[in-house]
């Protein structure tokens, strides 16, 4: 959800909280939980009392937006629900870089980092966990890691 709303806020089609829970009533998110609410943390009172989810839709948008806000890709303000996307979002958002992996750069970026260690966050990036070597390549990967590499690897 909150690689989805930072996509929206960087087209520019969502501005604020009351449009994002109004884009959200669109997806396929929405028909599954009024199909079977249980799945997605409700109990039975709560699509009886809300049949459309708007508080369930409400609190999902806030949560994906304050998440956004902590890592630096938008501007939340909580009192009016604008939404404001930053460069940060807006290159997450056109590169295909995942909400998870703007968090690992936060969290590991040092104003003083060595090639390898830029290397080593970059290399935590979630879009590369589905990334295999095949068997056949493992002693090119090791040939290229003692002879090729123009940095210290820490493996």
């Known amino acids: 959800m909150v690689d989805n709303l930072n996509a929206e806020l960087s087209l520019g089609t969502i501005t604020n909280v009351d449009e994002a829970v109004t884009w959200l009533s669109y997806t396929y998110l929405y028909v599954r939980m009024r199909k079977n609410p249980l799945v997605y943390g409700m109990d039975h ?8 989810l708007g508080k369930k ?31 940060l979002g807006r290159i997450a958002s056109n590169y295909y870089v995942s909400y998870n992996s703007v968090n690992t750069y936060n969290s590991l970026m040092k104003p003083r980092m060595t090639e390898a260690d ?30 090729a590499c123009p940095c210290a690897v820490k493996v």
Do not use: C
Request: charged fraction near 30%; avoid cysteine.
């Open 45 to 52: 009172s709560e699509p009886a009392e809300d049949p459309l």
């Open 57 to 87: 839709r409400r609190d999902i948008i806030v949560a994906a937006a304050k998440n956004l806000h902590k890592a630096q890709m938008i501007i939340y303000d909580e009192k009016t629900g604008y939404l404001t996307p930053k460069d």
């Open 118 to 147: 830029v290397l080593a966050m970059i290399s935590r990036s979630t879009e590369f966990q589905n990334v295999k070597s095949r068997d056949n390549e493992q002693s090119e990967l090791a040939k290229l890691l003692e002879q």
